[in-house]
Structure formats: C-alpha cells, structure tokens
C-alpha cells in the first residue's frame, strides 16, 4: 500500500492484487490530472481516506466498437430521446449520486461533486445528457485529457436512457478524435455495449500514446 505525497503517485504498476495503488491526498485538479494521467482515479467511501485505483484488468470501450443491438436502432431512430453535451452537468452529478444513495449507498460524496464541479470549469469534466420530452432522463460525466475520455458515472430515469447516452457519445467521440473510453470497472452493461478488459499495462500504453 503507498501514500499520495504533494500529489507525486508511485508507479501504477505497483497496484496490489485489488488495484489500489495509494491512500491520501486530494481532490485538487492538479492532483487528479497526475492521477488520471498514470491511469488511476479515486473511489472511496465518505468516512474513509482517499483511495486512488489502478486495477488489472481495465475495462475500455473504444469509440468505433461500440454495439448497438437492433432493439436500440429501433429506439434511436423513432428520436423519442434528444442528446446534449455538458448543457447540465451539475444535474447529472447531481443525478448520479441521488440513485446510488437511494440505493446501496455511494461514492459520489460532496467531496467528489465539488471536486469534479471544478474539474467541469476548468474545462477537463464533461457531462452527457439524454433528453425526454425536454426532461433529464439519463447521462453520465466524465474526465478528458488529450484524446482519453474517463467515464466516471452514469444514469438512468427510464429504461436504455444510459445505453443510448454512451452511443451518442461514441459517435461524438469519432468525430472528436477520441480514441478510448475508459470504463474502469467491468461490468454486464458496460461489456454489452462492447467495452472490453485489456491489461493495465496495455491501458497504460493507450494513455502514453493518446495523453
């Protein structure tokens, strides 16, 4: 287990069996880029310290592997959803954090929020809203540095609401240059929609070459 120091990481690769990779810090901007820049973010619960991760093995989704299923064609074409970049990012983290604490409780933390709020005036954070009838019903929000997208979290007030957020954002993210969304951890939604677990030292190639 290693401390975070003046925002100075050990080496990611040097992560334990479970990812984690340092305890302590902050949530200052800079100390986030340095995070996320040797591929590690920070996840933990609001009485703990901060924990910074780097698991092995790393889900990413790349932009132009994205599966859409033909359910989701038939639904994206009828356009009954509408889709906006970083129009309300104060409601999706807001969104984010209120339907994990309704559920099982969460990490999104007042902490994470400002932290990540500040990350969004910086220009660095961005969110992804889905619009039905002129109501938020889905997005998530995310990190960028050069052409890496770090996913952090997602929502959904209706049914595929998320799934057709991280469609659109694909097709954005061709268009932009993006070349990996990092995902984090796996999950069944996630693989579904065609991300997949590479190494982490394969993630961590991916962030020297696109960072």
Known sequence: MHFVFDGIFPNPELADADGLLAVGGDLQPQTLINAYSIGAYPWFNQEDPILWWCPDPRLVLFPG????SKSMKQLLRKGSFS?????????????????????????ISPEIVDAYKQMHQLG????????LNNELVGGFYGLQLGKVFYGESMFSKVSNASKAALIYFCLHALQEGIQVIDCQQSTSH?????????SRHQFLDLLNTYI
């Open 65 to 68: 592997e994205v599966k859409v």
């Open 83 to 107: 889709f906006s970049l970083n129009q309300n990012f104060d409601e999706v983290i807001f969104n984010c954090r209120q339907i994990r604490l309704t559920q099982e409780g969460t990490w």
């Open 190 to 198: 996630l693989m579904s929609l065609g991300a997949r677990e590479i």
């Open 124 to 131: 660095l954070a961005h969110s992804v809203e889905v619009w």
